[in-house]
């Protein structure tokens, strides 16, 4: 196998994006694809178990987990670099992806040289993404740079962008109903990420969490 030719999971919904990218990288010599899934539970534990030096994730069923699915990834497989795969030039999307621990991102018209010069750099330790949304990386670097120590707190600690936002509200003493009226979610919802909010910042009540993460000032 050359030597900018990795073993490569994929999880997308679609089983048609699934299997045309499998076909495409095997013809281009691109990779081995030593799994294939939809997005379900305990897939993050497969792709672990498989050993895959890249993951292919359509950010379609990433979002559908509000992102955590990259960070228990990382979790489970320090190591193994994510691709996001999606259809929209959207700079929020994009941004998020990176947040989450992304490498690489490819807009679904992409090209096949596109994709496959794409997987074999970031094989190679480099990061890509399309030119077009440079800019919005760069743009966002600097608008952090006058936030600090605040941006670094928030990646200390891992939180989703989502679950970001939950923190004020928790400092507010706000319940779980009353954020999900806020952020026009289901209390469920809310509930989910405030349990993870706790265990990602170490906290064993709201009270903590509003003590440990004083330092951030407004979130936006």
């Known amino acids: 196998m050359p030597e900018d030719c990795a073993s490569i999971f994929m999880v997308a919904g679609s089983r048609l994006l ?3 990218l499998s076909k495409l990288l095997r013809r281009r010599g691109a990779g081995s694809i030593c799994g294939v899934s939809p997005i379900l539970p305990g897939v993050a534990a497969t792709i672990a178990e498989s050993g895959a030096e890249v993951l292919i994730l359509d950010s379609a069923a990433a979002r ?5 699915l990259i960070s228990e990834i990382k979790v489970l497989a320090p190591d193994i670099k994510v691709v996001l795969i999606d259809m929209e030039e959207d700079p929020e999307i994009f941004l998020d992806c990176v947040r989450a621990g ?3 991102y490819i807009l679904k018209d992409a090209s096949a040289c596109e994709i496959v010069s794409t997987i074999q750099a ?3 330790g480099q990061a890509a993404c399309p030119s077009q949304l440079c800019m919005h990386l760069f743009r966002a670097f600097s608008e952090q740079r006058h936030s600090y120590p605040n941006a670094r707190i928030k990646l200390e600690f891992g939180l989703t962008r989502r679950q970001q936002q939950l923190v004020p509200f928790i400092a507010q003493g706000l319940t779980n109903k009353e954020i999900a009226a806020q952020l026009n979610i289901s209390e469920q919802t809310v509930k989910n990420h405030v349990h993870e909010v706790l265990r990602r ?7 903590q969490v509003v003590e440990l993460t004083r330092v951030w000032g407004p979130l936006h």
């Open 122 to 124: 970031i094989v190679q």
């Open 18 to 20: 699934r299997e045309t």
């Open 64 to 68: 559908l987990s509000d992102w955590t």
């Open 201 to 207: 910042v170490g906290a064993t009540d709201r009270l």
């Open 102 to 104: 992304a490498v690489g």
